[in-house]
């Protein structure tokens, strides 16, 4: 007697004779179960608790399901029913291609048995054994994520600086419309392109702590982020130059630079200063905020021709002004290397002021998204259940 045929003709009758009512009994399972877990906002009961363990009772094991039948079948399965398929052809003596190319699969033995020793935590004589598992599962997932780190914050880096090697002769030719390069670069280019490797190379010694740093290499330092400053500057001139710009827009570009310049060498100084200095120099940071004003009008003079001409509208040119002043204060609020006084102390408040305004506003989205939730729960007891007692009684 067929086992399986008799109780697939079993299923197929129950699916003819019930099968009308099977929409109506999920509904009511859903309902129930809807209701059993709004139970919770009188208190906490067995109805709640039913609700709650039946969820991640079949949460964990349809997920379960879905990793056997995605990953344990295709991926550990079927590759080592083949490799050994292919091992017995192998030693039959009827070899071919296809089951030579299947004795790879034997290979998988070794990732299947490192998975399994995760399983050595069930018991405390061997539960030693899943260090080798997290070990190279951390190992694999440190070594993907650096080079991604390295490519970001290096690579992309130092192309950035040895970009302007590239530029300085790039000229359109007139008669094909093509950039092409030229042997006779701008002067103020290639200088500051120069200056601006130098530079950075100094500037990253600074940071090379596991080199003692003494007087002289301080001052080294301080003399390589000036190069560097000043190498951008001559870039940004060269290009100021060459691109035919009108004298507001100069002038803001020149504005912007020494509230650049001089925001950096006011950071610089405290940082590079001793305590006692730094109570000395507590006025540095007015004359920061000062730099950054400049630097604000220089932005103005520069993209205000795009403002005033009407590509922007009122709304849009306030929502800009606001993000940059709101950056600003935050970032202000978490400069701890700085007493939090005059002028820094209510910038600061208004730091503060965005924060909570930024939390309150990621708050009240969760909130309505979590009502929108019940609404649509609401209306499914509402109109689907009711509605069907109703059809059904009515």
């Not at 200056?195 to 003399?223: A, H, N």
């Amino acid at each position: 007697m067929d086992v399986f045929g008799f109780l697939n003709d079993v299923l197929g009758f129950l699916i003819d004779v019930f099968g009308p009512w099977m929409d109506v009994f999920g509904l009511w399972v859903a309902a129930i179960l809807t209701l059993c877990i709004y139970s919770f906002l009188y208190k906490d009961n067995p109805f709640y608790r039913f609700a709650e363990h039946l969820f991640v009772g079949i949460s964990v094991g349809y997920g379960i399901v879905i990793a056997i039948h995605q990953g344990v079948i295709p991926l550990a399965w079927e590759p080592l029913v083949e490799a050994f398929d292919g091992l017995w052809i192998e030693i039959t003596g009827d070899v071919t291609p296809e089951s030579r190319q299947a004795l790879w699969g034997l290979f998988r033995i070794i990732p299947i048995f490192i998975g399994l020793l995760f399983f050595a935590r069930l018991s405390p004589t061997y539960t030693w054994l899943i260090r080798y598992p997290i070990a190279i599962l951390i190992g694999f997932g440190a070594g993907v994520a650096i080079p991604n780190v390295l490519q970001a914050n290096i690579f992309k880096q130092t192309q950035g600086t040895v970009a302007p090697f590239d530029k300085i002769d790039e000229i359109v030719d007139p008669t094909t419309l093509i950039t092409v390069h030229t042997f006779d670069p701008s002067f103020l280019g290639t200088a500051g392109a120069v200056l601006m490797v130098i530079g950075v190379l100094c500037t990253i010694s600074y940071f090379l702590f596991s080199v003692e740093q003494r007087e002289s290499y301080k001052w080294f330092s301080i003399f390589g982020i000036g190069l560097g400053v000043i190498g951008l500057t001559l870039l940004f001139v060269d290009n100021i130059i060459t691109d035919g710009l009108t004298l507001i827009e100069i002038v803001g570009f020149v504005l912007m630079f020494v509230g650049v310049l001089g925001g950096a060498l006011c950071t610089v100084l405290y940082f590079l200063s001793s305590v006692e200095q730094r109570n000395t120099f507590n006025w540095l940071p007015i004359i920061g905020v000062g730099f950054f004003i400049l630097f604000i009008i220089g932005f103005i003079g520069i993209y205000g021709n795009t403002i005033w001409s009407g590509t922007l509208t009122p709304w849009e040119v306030f929502s800009a002004v606001l993000i940059v002043v709101g950056v600003f204060c935050t970032l202000t609020y978490f400069f701890f290397s700085v007493e939090h006084s005059g002028a820094i102390r209510w910038t600061s408040k208004i730091g503060i002021a965005f924060l909570m305004i930024g939390f309150g506003a990621a708050f009240g989205n969760t909130v309505m998204g979590r009502l929108a939730l019940m609404i649509h729960r609401v209306g499914f007891l509402i109109n689907d259940w009711i509605g069907s007692i109703i059809a059904l009684f009515g």
